[in-house]
């Protein structure tokens, strides 16, 4: 890699990375209060910087996504935060080191899974771009959400149904419908979000 392009890409990382501190910072922008769950956009530049510039700079906009996540659960809590920061308890539930799995493994692979499936479709759909990207901001997005919510049904399912005030046999179909209720949507605004945006800067990519 040539000097030019490391600090161009060094930069860019920065900037995404940016983006998603001030989305967070500014209220209902990149995290939206659902009940108990927060429907999120933050994601959505750990996506377009994979494509842009690799997995290896996906995976480090993902882990700064991680960062993020464990900051809002441990500082500006809801009732089931304990599953993604280990400093936050809630009467006697509290987190654990499995919180910090399921805070950073499932954004890190946004931006792996996001610039391989795109790398992958514009093979398979001979540089048919838009479709390319759409299905690379639905597979980034859907990768945070299926793996979150599958993760903690498998390592924190009695207290959190505890915390929903469900019973724990009911709780994976509750799983199946934030996964439906909330990440078809934010999958769906990730497409739309990354085609429009990827498109202008992969285009001014080109021309430099």
């Known amino acids: ?116 499936v795109y790398a992958g479709m514009k093979k398979i759909t001979k540089q048919k771009e838009v479709l390319a990207l759409a299905v690379s901001g639905i597979a980034g997005s859907l990768t945070n959400t299926i793996l979150v919510m599958n993760l903690i049904y498998l390592l924190f399912k009695d207290s959190y149904a505890t915390a929903k005030n469900i019973p724990v046999k009911s709780l994976y179909g509750i799983i199946l419908g934030i996964i439906g209720a909330n990440g078809v949507p934010e999958a769906i605004v990730a497409a739309i979000f990354t085609v429009v945006i990827t498109k202008v800067l992969l285009r001014v990519k080109t021309t430099q």
Do not use: Q
Request: with cysteine; glycine share 10%.
């Open 1 to 116: 890699m040539n000097t030019n392009k490391k600090t161009h890409d060094l930069v860019m990382t920065a900037v995404f990375t940016a983006i998603m501190i001030v989305m967070t910072s500014v209220p209902f922008l990149g995290y939206i209060p659902i009940g108990t769950v927060r429907a999120t956009l933050v994601h959505i530049p750990v996506i377009i910087g994979a494509i842009l510039l690799g997995p290896k700079y996906g995976a480090f906009l993902g882990f700064v996504f991680g960062c993020i996540s464990l900051w809002m659960n441990t500082f500006a809590p809801t009732a089931t935060s304990f599953v993604f920061s280990p400093f936050y308890s809630i009467g006697e539930t509290g987190g654990n080191l499995f919180s910090l799995v399921i805070c950073f493994v499932p954004r890190i692979l946004i931006g792996v899974v996001a610039y391989y």
